[in-house]
DNA sequence: AAGGCCACTTACAATCGCTGTAAGGTTTTT
DNA sequence: AAAAACCTTACAGCGATTGTAAGTGGCCTT
């Protein structure tokens, strides 16, 4: 089942429109906190995001930017104002849809269905500044290269882009490949890492792995 | 620079949008006839299509079904008649966005650039009925369940998948494979038959690859 | 400046998946 | 029943992946 969550002020329409995704059979969630709802979104792990514009404290549209440039999620934006700047504001910044209030609820189901639908078959994507990983296939690219990456230094990069722009220690790194350092050799990780850059730097991604004496490795990306 | 392939009947229109899109800095492709405007749109291998609803010969929404069976591109259909009905109808049928004529220049081109956008990211599938195929990396989606394939096989499924609800010929198989049949053992072609129908029985799909004597194979999905 | 720690590099071997070949069996057609 | 078409199984070569091993180089502390 699809999660839907529902960024709005308003208490009486947040509750018609979570009437309106739940009766089409999707788990709605509203968000109540709008002080840093940026947590509580992600918390609810949604399949689409239904955005409104005003809100009282960061406006939709930084959330739609934030939201964008961490994870590919549809996301729907509601709004009063009708203006075709606003529109296309909107659209730049990343949003998948832009509907005015009111709406009609059909409509804005079968909106949100067909964005569903459409992320669906998108590839499930981690990045890191414009460097971008598929994680089913460890496939990376960047610009209009691309390298298909090992499992296991997929594993790896996937785990730092997580973290990106934090490190992630090398414990970390090691639980999560090797469920810790009991049972392989200690080099182990060193070695991958080298092949992992090895690759990288095939497609030019030269000096993208960051050591960090002592604690782990990070990723340091040269924006576009 | 991508493509966008224009169906539209009016010629004022027409000419309009193709300026529309060529100053955005896409290459647009008006389609002149309407008999079989099918032919003519793939061969024009877009990446994004514009359709007008009422046309002379296939309605848009015709046609927009039929393409969508087919091919994984973005489909915006444009009309005069704003309506719900027929809005909730289009996005039933696998439209991706619904704009309403007059459409400000300025709108359709960031409408049209999200989904540009959007489907960048999305995979490059083929399909036969539900079944689906991720070209790049020959992962077979059925439902919940897939399964990677092996080059080989996956070059043979999409060939089959390309052609269906056709059949594919052994010779055609043979020649986009190996070059036809001088420099291979005869049997290759059965040997990997045998394969990818083992692997595809392995996520449920029994008996979905046909055997057609002395031509050939097809494919055989039964709709969900 | 020297020793020790940490990280890097290179080479190697085991393993596994992919692919084409070969040989023999089964089904269908005539 | 014989021929043609198709299928099945086994095998071996090849390449990619991965962990191990051993040696090298750089950085930090004393």
Redesign the interface.
């Known amino acids: 089942m699809s999660t839907i969550v529902i960024v709005e002020d308003d208490n009486y329409l947040r509750e018609e429109l979570k009437h309106t995704f739940a009766r089409e059979g999707y788990r709605a969630v509203g968000i109540s906190s709008f002080e840093e709802p940026e947590k509580e979104i992600l918390e609810n792990k949604p399949d689409l995001i239904v955005l409104d514009v005003n809100l009282p404290g960061k406006s939709g549209f930084e959330l739609c930017k934030w939201l964008k440039a961490r994870v ?1 999620v549809p996301i729907l934006i509601l709004t009063a104002r009708e203006t ?1 700047t606003d ?2 504001y909107a ?2 910044l ?4 832009f509907l005015t209030k009111p709406c ?1 609820p ?2 804005l189901a ?2 949100a ?2 964005l569903l ?2 992320y669906k ?3 499930n ?1 981690v990045h890191a500044g414009d460097v971008m990983m598929d994680v ?2 460890c ?1 990376v690219i960047w610009g209009k290269k691309y390298i298909t990456l090992p499992e296991t230094e997929g594993k790896i990069l996937r785990l730092l882009m997580e973290r990106y722009p934090a490190l992630a220690g090398k414990e970390e790194i090691m639980d999560a490949l090797w469920g810790g350092a009991a049972y392989v050799d200690e080099n182990i990780l060193q070695v991958n890492m080298a092949r992992l850059r090895k690759n990288l730097d095939s497609i030019g991604l030269k000096r993208m792995v960051k050591t960090v004496r002592g604690s782990g490795y990070c990723l340091e990306v040269t924006e576009l």
Chains 1, 2 share one sequence.
């Open positions: 590919a075709l529109e296309l659209l730049g990343g949003a998948d849809d009609h059909k409509r079968a909106r269905k067909r639908e459409m078959n998108v590839r994507l089913d296939t496939r």
